[in-house]
């Protein structure tokens, strides 16, 4: 059973600082990747989508990475700003496609201004 | 980029009441939709998966009399949460699974049981 972690489970961060998030799996039989940024009380945007054989995908200051042997991937955010202050969750599609995403329990970023 | 809108937000019932979810892909058809719910402080958790023209298949554990799953076109699905009580409140999210481009969710639907 996939199960998926993220870590840390909160962190605080003074505006302008590149920061990482940190995304683990334990089955690395996926389909997919996804970050998505959840707002409280919102519900869920996606930020990023790495397909399997890939390796990284870029969005204007977001970059997330993916290691698949080793069941890892990393968001990275660059010159953070009070409004990336979110929960970010990572998230797993096993094959064959359409299967449900598995959910990590999310990262809760507050950047301070 | 595509759409998923769930209705309504925010609702608040009566116990022993019952509440229809409407989760719909407005700019593509999906064959597949999910729904997931969100305790306070809690990971997403799959409850079920909508398939149109289909039973829904249920995740163990969610009880399929309770939740009831309508997946009538390829792009609605709706959630009905059966006689609520105070512990089926909850945030609930539906996606749609868009072929390229990955899930896509509503908006979310804060359901509290009063």
């Known amino acids: 059973k996939q199960e998926v972690t993220q870590i840390p489970a909160a962190l605080s961060v003074p505006e302008g600082e590149n920061l990482v998030l940190n995304c683990s799996f334990t089955?690395?039989?996926?389909?997919?990747l996804q970050w998505f940024r959840q707002d409280p009380g919102k519900g869920l945007t996606s930020l990023l989508l790495?397909?399997?054989?890939?390796r990284e995908q870029t969005s204007g200051r977001l970059n997330a990475s993916l290691d698949k042997s080793s069941g890892r991937s990393t968001l990275y955010i660059a010159a953070s700003q009070p409004g990336d202050s979110a929960t970010y969750l990572c998230?797993?599609?096993?094959?064959?496609?359409?299967?449900?995403?598995?959910f990590g329990k999310g990262t809760r970023l507050s950047v301070i201004a | 980029g595509a759409v998923v809108s769930q209705h309504p937000s925010r609702v608040i019932c009566k116990s022993g009441t019952s509440v229809k979810i409407e989760c719909r892909s407005l700019?593509?058809?999906?064959?597949?939709m999910f729904w997931y719910r969100q305790f306070p402080k809690k990971s997403l958790m799959l409850m079920a998966t909508?398939?149109?023209?289909?039973?829904?298949?249920?995740e163990q554990g969610v009880e399929k009399d309770k939740f009831l799953i309508n997946h009538a076109s390829l792009t609605l699905s709706t959630l009905t949460v059966t006689s609520a009580h105070p512990e089926d409140s909850s945030f609930y999210i539906c996606?749609?699974?868009?072929?390229?481009?990955?899930?896509?969710f509503g908006q979310g639907t804060r359901l509290t049981v009063v």
């Open positions: 998230a797993v599609r096993g094959p064959p496609g359409n299967t449900p995403l598995v």
């Open positions: 996606s749609a699974r868009e072929l390229v481009a990955g899930a896509f």
């Open positions: 089955d690395s039989a996926i389909y997919n």
């Open positions: 790495i397909q399997s054989s890939q």
């Open positions: 700019d593509f058809q999906a064959t597949t």
């Open positions: 909508s398939n149109e023209g289909s039973k829904a298949t249920y």
